[in-house]
């Protein structure tokens, strides 16, 4: 499970806390720079994985690795502070940020059942492994709907110069989550 593009949704809302309230903007900003690591992140143990032939022992630091990469992705997300008017989207994204990062811990305890492995991924046609992927979709349906709503500040470029419009209302937040694109159901 190619999980850049979800975690790219998974992480849009992250940031670092800071003494002052950070604006929509530096919150998003954030959200992607930490996005962006966690796909790094599993990019890089997916191509690793994929790279080596199919073993238990490898199957089983994989595993170790992905869960590494999602609580280190859960801490980040528990760090943040976010400002007002996003707290219901970062309280959401906490919530289907910990079910896919409980769907794995069931999935990882699925694997380190087998006694053997023969195929990358082959986890994946086990209960265990229907559930992740259906977590999956909705951290990428979250990732996708959270991007539209930053998408849509795009719209208060016609506020521009209203001078009695308060600043936090003509902010307008350019971030690529790189949520994956939704699949047609035909």
């Given amino acids: 499970m190619r999980v850049a593009g979800l975690l790219t949704a998974v992480a849009l809302l ?27 992140r599993f990019e890089s143990l997916d191509t690793s994985w994929e790279a080596q032939s199919p073993s238990l022992a490898g199957a089983t630091e994989y595993w170790v690795g992905r869960l590494e990469i999602r609580e280190w992705f859960l801490d980040a997300i528990g760090q943040i502070d976010p400002p007002d008017g996003l707290t219901e989207m ?11 990062t409980e769907a794995d811990e069931a999935l990882a305890a699925r694997v380190a059942t ?14 265990e492994g229907e559930a992740s992927l259906a ?14 709503e ?10 521009e110069g209203v ?18 694109p939704q699949e047609d159901s035909d």
């Fill in 150 to 159: 930053f998408d849509a500040t795009e719209d208060r470029a016609a506020l």
């Fill in 14 to 40: 992250l940031t670092s806390c800071g003494s002052a309230e950070l604006t929509i903007t530096e919150y998003a900003e954030e959200v992607e720079t930490v996005v962006h690591e966690m796909a790094t």
């Fill in 114 to 127: 087998m006694t053997e492995v023969t195929e990358h991924r082959e986890w994946l046609a086990t209960p």
């Fill in 90 to 100: 970062h309280d959401d994204s906490m919530a289907v940020f910990t079910r896919i």
């Fill in 163 to 180: 001078a009695w419009v308060p600043p936090e209302m003509k902010e307008i937040v350019k971030v690529a989550f790189g949520c994956p």
């Fill in 135 to 148: 977590v999956l979709e909705e951290v990428y349906a979250f990732c996708r709907s959270s991007q539209s």
